[in-house]
């Protein structure tokens, strides 16, 4: 080998060692660069995952109210609708002795109709037997509205 040719490769080695090293500071750069990237988007990462919690922390509380206000209202339903039970029942008492007192009026006019036919019957003069058999009153009433209503007639044609 001559003489020329060892500075020759030493600028060789000299250009290749700064072509390796001019390689190594790019590929270093793009590493810090992603590097950087994955930070970041660990930093990101994280605030998310602290979002979540802290909204994880809010519906939480918010359920925990939802349930207390569904607990009173259940009761409070529970109450109103004892209330509206005993309601009913005292209405249900009413109604039925309302029903009981129409339906002793209608006895009542019912008997009434068969006294207003007897009272019609003895003013017109029918004697007793037939006014118990057509109205079905008792023969001691009959005795007596016949003694009433033929009094009257007496002083009224007097």
Do not use: W
């Not at 009761?75 to 002795?97: A, C, P």
Request: hydrophobic residues 40%.
């Amino acid at each position: 080998m001559s003489l020329l040719s060892v500075p020759i490769i030493a600028v060789f080695a000299f250009i290749i060692s700064l072509l390796c090293l001019v390689t190594l500071f790019i590929l270093l750069a793009r590493h810090r660069t992603k590097l950087a990237v994955y930070a970041s988007q660990s930093q990101i990462q994280e605030i998310l995952v602290s979002d979540l919690k802290s909204s994880i922390d809010s519906l939480n509380l918010t359920v925990s109210e939802l349930s207390v206000q569904q607990d009173k209202s259940l009761t409070e339903n529970t109450l109103v609708s004892k209330q509206l039970e005993h309601r009913i029942k005292i209405l249900q008492g009413q109604y039925n002795s309302q029903q009981d007192v129409i339906a002793q009026l209608q006895t009542d006019q019912g008997n009434d109709k068969f006294y207003s036919r007897a009272i019609k019957l003895a003013k017109r003069g029918a004697d007793i037997d037939e006014i118990v058999t057509e109205c079905e009153l008792p023969y001691a009433e009959v005795e007596m509205l016949i003694s009433v209503y033929q009094n009257q007639n007496k002083k009224h044609n007097n």
